[in-house]
């Protein structure tokens, strides 16, 4: 599913974010990208998106080399892949409905997949009664239960979250990780950049640690491995 062949990111500024890193994820796994801050998990998941290039190296994703290709390829790239964000990033002046229906209204979805999908991401969020509210009504929970929604609304095949439960109070952290695991169930690849110890020591998956650029561990089952 993801492949990075000996990847080098270093900005303008001579900073090495990622120094000849070579990771493997299968289809359906789910993986937690730990490490101290500035190691480069956001470099990571932003060469998945194509947001920044890498300066060697060979990324493939669903079996294309995703540095190779044109620009006007890019949309088709990120449609493939959720994300989910620490702050949410939910407009305002929209619904909750209105919310996930816009990531399919922005790829050209005709109007009746969007009647059909949008209810089924809300319901598996568990938010099916909230689809008339705004955003501010809703607590940090139900407003990180939205976005996943409308990450996944699209049936990718990896969503990526970036510190999801960051902005959340411990109680509500687990019930957006029940979520997040049930998705993953279904068949969903999930990569997960976090600093939640507690979070990544209880659900012994997958963890890849990254520090000053580089691959420091890879273990199945494995732990967070840095004080919380
Ligand atoms: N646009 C940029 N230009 C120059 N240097 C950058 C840029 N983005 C990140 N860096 C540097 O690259 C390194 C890796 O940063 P990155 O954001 O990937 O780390 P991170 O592991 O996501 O950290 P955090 O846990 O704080 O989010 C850091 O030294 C950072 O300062």
């Given at each position: 599913m993801i492949e990075l062949m000996n990847v080098t990111k270093e900005y303008n500024n001579g900073v090495k974010a990622l120094n000849n890193i070579s990771i493997n994820i299968d289809k359906g796994e789910f993986v937690f990208l730990v490490g101290p801050s500035g190691a480069g998990k956001s470099t990571f998941i932003k060469l998945l998106l194509k947001e920044v290039e890498p300066s060697s190296g060979r990324i493939i994703l669903n079996g294309q080399?995703?540095?190779?290709?044109?620009?006007?390829m890019i949309p088709h790239i990120r449609r493939s892949i959720g994300v989910v964000f620490q702050d949410f990033r939910l407009l305002p002046n929209k619904t909750v409905y209105e919310n996930v229906a816009f990531a399919m209204e922005i790829i050209g979805a005709p109007y009746k997949n969007i009647r059909r999908q949008v209810p089924m991401a809300l319901s598996m969020v568990g938010l099916s009664n909230k689809a008339d509210s705004y955003p501010n009504q809703l607590s940090g929970g139900e407003q990180q239960r939205v976005s996943i929604a409308r990450a996944i609304v699209n049936n990718p095949g990896l969503l990526i979250a970036d510190e999801p439960t960051g902005n959340l109070d411990p109680d509500t952290a687990w019930e957006v990780m029940k979520i997040i695991r049930r998705i993953n169930r279904r068949g969903t690849t999930v990569l997960m950049a976090t600093h939640a110890k507690d979070i990544v020591d209880v659900m012994k998956q997958r963890v890849i640690a990254l520090e000053k650029g580089q691959v420091v561990r890879d273990e199945q089952r494995g732990v967070y491995g840095y004080e919380g």
């Open positions: 080399d995703i540095t190779k290709v044109k620009s006007r």
